[in-house]
Each structure stands twice: as structure tokens, then as C-alpha cells.
């Protein structure tokens, strides 16, 4: 018998998910590579078990087409074709092609994108912050997910905290709002069926009959984009029962005049005309609202995006106050709670590092930067790591024709040749979390964790700190801020004087690697804790806003689109892991029948849908899942698999009402049916074309989608 030493190490999941789980990382020592992932007992909330995708990660860790070798452009961009090339080769020429930009533009025309395909601390925003603005680098503003709820809370509450997660199930009623744990947050549910076996009511508000929504009845279903009308219309209805306790809100309320000014219009029947919502069914939600104690919001970030997303979750949030839900273990408004996480995130990023501050770009008009030469300056070089924008960033059509401009400089950190790494002219090998040190905490409960590696990186490639340490290097740079190892960064972010954070340090974690964030125990967060308002209320008064309207024809493009997340993946992050491909071989939109009707489509063909903006195509497929009305097709597909496009040629760069969000779930849309051999009509400029190559016979599809179709 042979022996194999092995070893376990504690890692947490990297991905952009609710739960950020402990990893218990299973290692053989031989032969340097991890053999079992699995949840780790550390973490209290996770360790029973992980999701469908991280079950599956060794496919995605040890993949075939991992990227582990700097790679340089040959052919056309866009097409994929590249040489390997030595760091030094390809760390020399970026460096030089940056000096240029720099010189002859500025700094400014150099733009980093990312977002949280890492949300380990180090990976997301430490010396990649201090490198770009050590040259002077347009910042980004990271707004692609969170931004406009972010604005609401931050107004309302003054941060962005709920109550701790922990404590679902001593809830008895549960308004799951525009979230689908099922896929988004699956360790809530064993807390939510806690709370239902203990005799908790749980509704569901989501225009789509989820998972979750078919397992958690009332389900309320509004059209896509207003809930605000709803909220308000619940809000006028507490107010004129009588069922708000106007007297305790006194001190703790500002602004209660002006939001009742702002719910007066709702009416039950003018609720219900624009929600789509039976009358009585928004009376019978107001009356649970009113009675049951201990109330829970859990509010997801399907309601904002949308135009009125910051309104929106102003209005759910006015609703947490009024009920007086804060008043109770149990209760309260749970969006986020990274609020609960502080961090010392200037001495991290250290904006000292920026000679003057530099122009902030919103990530959500990628499209437009990247296409618009009027900018001043305009961006010439883009440096994109965790995140793939030409699978996930809206107006696709315009975010490809930018990253296909012969004169923009392209370098891509990633592990996998996403779409956007085939657009590189440099693609350098990134490390997978699992092979690097960082810190994680969560958007939805309250522990912090130390990841340490359990294999060094496969192949050549390097951790995003270390990528930006070679950069610096490379460029010549000399501030001894940009070489910081990773343990001092993790000191650098623990080093804060904050009751929450005390006792947790680096050598706290290095000996016990999960730890929770001290807040009060059994703390109701805005009764034991501050409002952290400037004036210590709660802010009623409508949330300003800037004007937003719909550009979109409602009569040319009659359906609204929505593209929520899906079980399977992450965003574009588990596109090509074939395990996970097989469970959805195509890409399929979801039409109601009355739709397919109206619009002469069968279920199991090809359709074209398409906007002023782009077309792409999908597999009409029959379902209850979306109201009439709202077809929908789940988030994201790599663009390379599916004919050079997905659905976010559909969907617009304009921005929320406040917070400069985006508006993935606003687009309106037109659907057409495809010949079997041929594209439907060039409607739209989009670009580039969609080709046919792949239509395939009209009988195999049917099965198809007969087999993937969502029950
Ligand atoms: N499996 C999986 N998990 C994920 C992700 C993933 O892609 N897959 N993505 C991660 C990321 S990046 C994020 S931000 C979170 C997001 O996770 P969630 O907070 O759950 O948000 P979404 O998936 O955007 O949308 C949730 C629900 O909102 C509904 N919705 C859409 N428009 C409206 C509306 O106008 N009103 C109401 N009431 N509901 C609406 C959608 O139908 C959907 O069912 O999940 C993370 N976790
Ligand atoms: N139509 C539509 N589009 C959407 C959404 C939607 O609901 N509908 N949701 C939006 C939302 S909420 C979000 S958050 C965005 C997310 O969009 P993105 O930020 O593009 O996120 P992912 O698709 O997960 O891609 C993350 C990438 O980071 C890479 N990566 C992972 N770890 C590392 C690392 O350590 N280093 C480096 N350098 N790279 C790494 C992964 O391989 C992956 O390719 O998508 C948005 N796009
Ligand atoms: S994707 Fe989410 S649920 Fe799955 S392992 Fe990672 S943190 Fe846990
Ligand atoms: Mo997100």
C-alpha cells in the first residue's frame, strides 16, 4: 500500500455569494494538490454542507483550461489566439505600453475593472488600490451589484447592517422580498424552515414563481419594478388603520410627515393596478405587517435593479420602522450585514498614495467609456481582474466594440479565458483563493475568516496582490506601500479600535481561523446599537433621487426582461464547468404561455430577443415561472459559447435613481421567432452579429428544452 500524507487546511469560499461558507481544504502533501473540498465545522452557519457549485470546485480548481502561463495576443481580439510568453516578456511590454499611456494621456486614461469575483479582502482591494493610485489611475466606482441599496440604507439607517442571520429562527413572520435563497443563499434555508417549524409565516415577493417562492407561500407577484408602489401602498395602509405607533417612532423618526406626503397616493386599488397584485392580497400582507411579532424584512437585491431601486429599498426600509420590526430579537431589516465588518480600509487602499484624487468612472457604463473618445481623457488602458464585463457588464454591445478598439491597451488577471481574457492582449494566470492567503468576511452573517492556502498556485500563476507587487516592480515604482507581504496586509486591515473587531487579530485567527464580529450579544441592531445617522434617527424623508425615465419603447419592446442569478453558477464564474453546463445545456428563456400566444412562439424553438440596444439568442421554453408580461433567462453565460453574445445586450448602462446602480432588471424587450437555419432580422445595431453556425435541428432542441425546462 502506498501512504499519502495528508493535510487539512481551513479555506472560505471566495465567490460572490451570501453565504461565504468555511472550507475544510482536504490536501495531499505529495503531490501538492487538494484532493476533497468540503464545508468546514469552524463555520457555524455552513458547515453541514456546501452548495451545488462548490461541491463540484476540484472541476473548477484542476480545470483544463485553467489559465497557468502568461499569455500574449496573436490574433484578432476577441478570437482567443495567443502565445505563451514569460512573465518578464509580457510584465516589460504592459509596463512600457502603461508609461506610454501615461505620458502621452495621463493616469487617468488608464482604467481598473474589477468587482468581487474574489471577495477575500487582500484579492479585492488592497494593493491593487495602492498600485493604481500610485499612477495616478481613474478609480472605480464598484457599482455594479449594490449600489443603489446601498444609497437607501446608508440614508435611512446610516450604515449598512441587519440583524445577525443567527437569529431567523425566532422570527414568526418572514417578508423574503425580492431574493431566491434557493440559489442565492441556500444556508438561510435551514434557518427559514427552523423558523417555520416554530410557526413562522414566510411570504415571498417576487414576480417569479422561484424555487423559493413556490416552497414559501403567500407569493406575492408584482411586475418587475414596482415595488415601490407597493411598499408605499403597504406603508399608506399601516398609516391609515391606525396600525403605526406614531408616539414611540416620535424620537427615533425623522421625516415622518414627508413620507406619509409620499405614500398618500397609494391606494389599495391604485397599488394593486400598478403592482399587478390582487387588492386583497396587499390588504392581507399590510394586516400580517400590523400583528406578527417578531417581523422580519429580508430583503434581496432583486428589487434594486431597477430605474427606482434606491426608492425602493427607501420604501421597504420605511416599512422596517413603522412596524417597529427593529423592537424585537428575531426582527428588524436584513439586506447586509457587512456593515458589521470593520475593517481599516483606508490603510488598506491608502488613497495618500494618489499625487491629487483622480476621476471616479461608474463601472455600469463600461460601454460608454470604452466607446466614447470625448471622455477627457479617454481610456486607453483597462486592467481588468476578478470579473469578467463582457459576459456580465450591461450594454454588451458597446462594452465588445470598446474592448475591440485596436488602440485600447487590454490586460486581463484572471483564471480561466473568459470572454473578457479573450479580448486581452495580455492574459496573466491568476491563482485560485485556495492557493493564496486572505481574509473573508460576509455580506450576510457576522464571521470572519482566515483562508490560508492549502497548495501553492498551480502552474505560473500568482495571487492578485502579487500580481500587483510584479506590476509596481515591473513599472518601476519604488513606494515600499506597493510590496507589503500578505500577513502584514491582514494586520494592516485588522489594525482597528473598534468594540465589534476586539480581540480579533492576526495572531487571534492564525491560531482559531473563524471568528465572530463582536457585536453585543443578542444585540438588536438600532436599539442597542446606534442609528448611525447624523442625528442618530431613522430617515423617513424620501431618499433624493435624480430623475429617471424609461427610454424604452413599451409599444416596439412590449416585454419586460429580467435575468436573476441561478442555481448552477455565479454570475459567468462556473459558465464552463461541465458538470454544472449539463444541468443547463442551452441558453433558455423563460416565456409565459400567454406570451408565446400573443407573440406566435412554440416552446422549444430558437427566438430572437431583441432592444434598441443588441439581440441574442435563446430557446423559447413554456413556463410558470415568469408573470405574463416578464420573460426571463438566468445570469450569465459566457458570450463564447453562445454565438458571441448573451443577454446582456439587452439590458442598458443607464443608472439607478440614486447611487449610480444598475439596471440589469429594467430592460424592456421584443421577441421574434428564428427560422431553424437562419438569424432573425438585423433589428438593432448589435454587434457583432450573432452567427448561425450552431442553430441546430429544430427536434434536438425540443428535447432539449423539454429536459432542462425548469419545474
Ligand atoms: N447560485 C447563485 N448564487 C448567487 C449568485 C448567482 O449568480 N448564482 N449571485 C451572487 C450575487 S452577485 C448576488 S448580488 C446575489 C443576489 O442574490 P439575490 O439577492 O437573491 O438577488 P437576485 O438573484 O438578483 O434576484 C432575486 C430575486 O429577485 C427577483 N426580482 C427581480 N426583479 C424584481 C422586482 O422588481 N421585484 C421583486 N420583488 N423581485 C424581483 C428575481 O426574480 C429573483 O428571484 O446572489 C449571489 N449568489
Ligand atoms: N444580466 C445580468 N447581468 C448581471 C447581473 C444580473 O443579475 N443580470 N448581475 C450583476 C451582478 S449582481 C454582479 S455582482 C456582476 C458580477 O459580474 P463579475 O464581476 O464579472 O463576476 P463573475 O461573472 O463572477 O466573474 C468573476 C471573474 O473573476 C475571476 N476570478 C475569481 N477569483 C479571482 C482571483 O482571485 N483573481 C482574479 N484576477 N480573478 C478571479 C473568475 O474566474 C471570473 O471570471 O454581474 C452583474 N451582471
Ligand atoms: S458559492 Fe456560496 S453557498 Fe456555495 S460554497 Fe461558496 S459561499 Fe457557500
Ligand atoms: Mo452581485
Redesign the pocket.
Request: hydrophobic share 25%; proline share 11%.
Given at each position: 500500500m502506498i501512504e499519502t500524507s495528508l493535510s487539512s487546511v481551513h479555506g472560505a469560499c471566495p465567490h460572490?455569494?451570501?453565504d461565504t461558507c468555511g472550507l475544510k481544504l482536504e490536501v495531499d502533501l505529495d503531490a501538492g494538490r487538494i484532493i476533497r473540498i468540503g464545508p468546514d465545522s469552524l463555520q457555524p452557519l455552513t458547515r453541514n454542507f456546501l452548495?451545488l457549485?462548490v461541491n463540484r470546485y476540484l472541476e473548477r480548481l484542476y480545470h483544463p483550461d485553467r489559465v497557468l502561463h502568461p499569455l500574449k495576443r496573436v490574433g484578432k481580439k476577441g478570437a482567443g489566439d495567443f502565445v505563451r510568453v514569460s512573465w518578464d516578456e509580457a510584465l516589460t511590454e504592459i509596463a512600457a505600453r502603461l508609461h506610454d499611456v501615461r505620458t502621452r494621456f495621463g493616469g487617468e486614461a488608464i482604467l481598473p475593472y474589477s468587482f468581487?469575483g474574489n471577495m477575500g479582502i487582500l484579492a479585492g482591494e488592497s494593493l491593487d488600490a495602492r498600485f493604481f493610485h500610485a499612477i495616478g489611475a481613474s478609480r472605480l466606482d464598484r457599482t455594479i451589484?449594490?449600489a443603489a441599496s446601498g444609497a437607501a440604507l446608508d440614508w435611512v439607517y446610516g450604515t449598512r447592517l441587519g440583524p445577525d442571520p443567527e437569529v431567523i429562527p425566532q422570527s414568526r413572520c418572514i417578508i423574503l422580498?425580492?431574493?431566491?435563497?434557493v440559489?442565492?443563499?441556500v444556508h438561510e434555508i435551514p434557518l427559514l424552515e427552523e423558523a417555520r417549524a416554530a410557526g413562522a409565516q414566510i411570504w415571498t415577493?417576487?414576480?417569479?414563481a422561484?424555487e423559493?417562492a413556490r416552497r414559501y407561500t403567500p407569493h406575492l407577484r408584482?411586475r418587475?419594478?414596482?415595488?415601490l408602489s407597493l411598499a408605499l401602498g403597504l406603508g399608506r395602509e399601516l398609516l391609515q388603520r391606525g396600525w403605526v405607533d406614531r408616539q414611540s417612532l416620535q424620537k427615533d423618526v425623522r421625516g415622518l410627515d414627508a413620507y406619509e406626503k409620499a405614500a398618500e397616493p397609494w391606494t389599495l386599488a391604485r397599488t394593486a393596478a400598478a403592482t399587478g397584485i390582487p387588492q386583497l392580497q396587499i390588504a392581507a400582507l399590510a394586516e400580517q405587517l400590523a400583528t406578527a411579532r417578531p417581523l422580519l424584512f429580508r430583503t434581496?437585491?432583486?428589487?434594486q435593479?431597477?430605474h427606482h431601486a434606491a426608492r425602493t429599498v427607501w420604501a421597504i426600509s420605511a416599512l422596517s420602522v413603522l412596524t417597529g420590526s427593529f423592537q424585537d430579537v428575531g426582527g428588524g431589516h436584513l439586506l447586509t450585514n457587512s456593515g458589521a465588518f470593520v475593517l481599516n480600509q483606508e490603510a488598506l487602499s491608502r488613497p495618500d498614495l494618489m499625487e491629487r484624487p483622480t476621476r471616479r468612472l461608474n463601472m455600469v457604463e463600461l460601454g460608454r467609456l470604452l466607446t466614447d473618445m470625448d471622455e477627457e481623457p479617454p481610456v486607453k488602458a483597462l486592467v481588468v481582474y476578478n470579473s469578467n464585463p463582457a459576459a456580465t457588464a450591461p450594454d454588451q454591445a458597446a462594452v465588445l466594440r470598446g474592448l475591440a478598439r485596436p488602440d485600447l491597451l487590454v490586460v486581463v488577471h484572471e483564471q480561466m479565458l473568459t470572454d473578457t481574457a479573450r479580448y486581452a492582449d495580455y492574459v496573466l494566470p491568476a491563482a485560485m483563493a485556495m492557493e493564496t492567503l486572505d481574509l473573508h468576511t460576509s455580506y450576510w452573517h457576522r464571521y470572519i475568516q482566515l483562508a490560508r492556502p492549502a497548495t501553492s498556485p498551480a502552474g505560473e500563476a500568482v495571487s492578485n496582490p502579487e500580481f500587483f507587487r510584479r506590476l509596481a516592480r515591473a513599472m518601476g515604482l519604488t513606494h515600499p506601500a506597493l510590496y507589503e507581504d500578505d500577513e502584514a496586509l491582514i494586520r494592516t486591515a485588522l489594525d482597528v479600535h473598534h468594540p465589534w473587531m476586539a480581540g480579533i487579530t492576526w495572531d487571534t485567527l492564525a491560531t482559531s481561523p473563524v471568528a465572530k464580529v463582536r457585536l453585543p450579544a443578542g444585540a438588536r441592531v438600532f436599539v442597542d446599537t446606534a442609528i448611525p445617522t447624523d442625528d442618530g434617527r431613522f430617515h423617513l424623508d424620501p431618499l433624493p433621487v435624480r430623475d429617471v425615465r424609461d427610454d424604452q419603447d413599451e409599444t416596439r419592446y412590449p416585454l419586460h426582461f429580467?435575468s436573476?442569478?441561478?442555481?448552477?453558477?455565479?454570475?459567468s464564474s462556473f459558465a464552463n464547468i461541465k458538470s454544472l453546463q449539463a444541468r443547463r445545456p442551452v441558453p433558455e428563456l423563460l416565456v409565459a404561455r400567454a406570451d408565446l400566444e400573443r407573440f406566435g412562439i412554440e416552446s422549444g424553438h430558437w427566438v430572437r430577443l431583441y432592444n434598441q440596444r443588441g439581440a441574442t439568442r435563446l430557446l423559447a421554453v413554456e413556463s410558470e415561472v415568469p408573470v405574463p408580461g416578464t420573460v426571463?433567462s438566468y445570469?450569465v453565460r459566457w458570450n463564447e459559447a453562445a454565438g458571441g453574445t448573451n443577454i446582456n445586450q439587452l439590458t442598458g448602462g443607464d443608472l439607478s435613481d440614486a447611487g449610480g446602480g444598475a439596471t440589469f432588471?429594467s430592460a424592456r424587450v421584443a421577441i421574434a421567432a428564428l427560422p431553424a437555419n437562419e438569424d432573425g432580422p438585423a433589428e438593432a445595431g448589435s454587434e457583432p452579429r450573432m452567427t448561425n453556425t450552431e442553430v441546430r435541428p429544430v427536434g434536438l432542441l425540443r428535447d432539449l428544452g423539454g429536459a432542462s425546462k425548469k419545474s
Open positions: 460572490d455569494c451570501y452548495c457549485k468581487a451589484c449594490t422580498w425580492g431574493t431566491n435563497p440559489a442565492t443563499n415577493i417576487d414576480p417569479l422561484t423559493t408584482p418587475p419594478g414596482t415595488d434581496g437585491y432583486g428589487v435593479r431597477q429580467i436573476p442569478s441561478v442555481r448552477e453558477s455565479i454570475k426571463v445570469a432588471y
